[in-house]
C-alpha cells in the first residue's frame, strides 16, 4: 500500500532515518474483511510498501501498526512519543 492509497489518515509524520528522512501515514483502524472480529489498521512508508496491521480490535491494530513501521525502519521503540 502506497501512503497516497490511504483513504483516511488519521497520523502522519516524517521520521528520521539512518537513510534519511522517510514520511509514513498511518489510516483508521477498521473491521478486517477476511477475518470476522478483526481488525486492520493501514500504514503507508514513503519508498516502501505499506500495509495493514491486525488487531482484535482498533487499538490494537493501530498499535500493531506503530510497532511495525519502527521495526521496518529500524527506528528506537519508543520512536511514537520520542522528540522529532
Do not use: K
Amino acid at each position: 500500500m502506497n501512503i497516497d492509497d490511504i483513504d483516511h489518515p488519521v497520523a502522519s509524520r516524517t521520521v528520521l532515518t539512518a537513510d534519511g528522512p522517510v514520511r509514513v501515514v498511518i489510516g483508521r483502524p477498521g473491521p478486517d474483511p477476511q477475518r470476522p472480529r478483526n481488525f486492520v489498521c493501514p500504514y503507508g512508508i514513503e519508498g516502501r510498501r505499506g500495509g495493514s496491521a491486525p488487531g482484535l480490535d482498533e487499538v490494537q491494530a493501530l498499535i500493531s501498526a506503530i510497532q511495525i513501521i519502527g521495526a521496518a525502519l529500524d527506528l528506537p521503540q519508543n520512536w511514537p512519543t520520542a522528540p522529532h
